[in-house]
């Protein structure tokens, strides 16, 4: 279960020159690391630290890269930390269930960056038409 969420760092650009014609926009979530986390309301060996990074590419004409840390509520937290150390992974309820917040905490950060930034929001967004 998901307990806490930031950011620690976020890093924007655009390069206007290389903005024209058709933009390949890619959006990446990644797990970085796994930490233990001692929080004392929950006892021992209970709370792990996901770090993760989001980028989101668009070829030459910029990037926004995002960082961050979910504090995750675990069974056993050793046993976790242990598979991370000699595999890196997570378990796969796991796994899925931090990338899909990565990606909605993210991908609605990286809409409103890349406004700010003149750059293609990442996603498409649904047109409203007209019936006939």
Not at 68 to 85: C, P, R, S, T
């Amino acid at each position: 279960m998901i307990l806490g969420f930031n950011f620690t760092s976020i890093n924007a650009y655009s390069d206007e020159k290389n903005l024209s014609g058709s933009l390949d926009v890619n959006s990446v979530p990644s797990i970085d690391d796994v930490v233990e986390k001692k929080l004392e309301f929950l006892g021992e060996n209970k709370s792990i630290g996901i770090k993760f990074i989001f980028t989101t590419s668009y070829g030459k004409a910029g990037e926004i890269i995002q960082k961050g840390e979910i504090i995750y509520q675990v069974q056993d937290a050793k046993k976790i930390l242990k598979k991370w150390k000699d595999e890196k992974k997570l378990d796969d309820d796991i796994t899925l269930n931090v990338l899909n917040f990565i990606l909605s905490k993210c991908m609605a950060k990286s809409v409103d960056l890349a406004d700010t930034l003149r750059l293609p929001p990442p996603l498409q967004f649904p047109h409203v038409v007209k019936n006939e």
